[in-house]
């Protein structure tokens, strides 16, 4: 049986996959994967999702280039979570910054505290 | 309009809570949060989650002390995925390692490369 068989989906067939860092260990994103995106995933080398509003494949940073290179692959006690330890390419969240976690809880309001690292809509970046 | 009202919780009125150590870095454990549980969660200044199997609150550490004392909180750009910096005491996962990511895929294998740091069943841990 392959581990892809051992893996808990839910009843959507799905599995969250957190994204982090290989380097720095920040956390970069959580999308989700199901069975054909995780083998997807092992095959290419790369993050493939599955997009639960479009109802598709989601090479992360196919057109922008923003790929995300596996490096590590963790399992949870309870096979419901996946932990991928990547290489980003230049940032993971689609509105240019490094991470999808950028605001932080201050009070009662949410905080900037992310790094912006190219502006949404600037090309120049989407062929890195 | 309180934060809480923000996030988008899913149709079982669930947001998924990845909790990181603020120490390391390391990813502990994924848990999941409804409204009441998010804002308890805040009152308190310790995770607190929604169990979907036992469908009941769950304060992480309760009855082992293995308490998650929170020191920052992340929202991510879709507000659909919270991350959580906290203070870990002895160990987030059940198992009685520090992190619930304590298997790597290596080949078509899971590898232990996690770190114990108690063993299920020792009662000394569970005050701390």
Redesign the interface.
Known sequence: M??LDTVRYDEKGLV?A?I?DCR????L??AYMNRESLQKTLSLGKTCFWSRSRQEFWIKGESSGHVQVVK???????MD?L?FKVDQKVAA???G?RS??????EG???TV?GRKVFEEGDVSNTSL
Request: hydrophobic share 45%.
């Open positions: 392959s581990v969250p957190i982090q720095t260990g920040e956390v994103m959580l590590e692959i963790l399992f949870d006690c309870d979570a932990l969240c689609h509105t910054y999808c976690f950028y605001r932080k809880l009662e309001a949410l505290i």
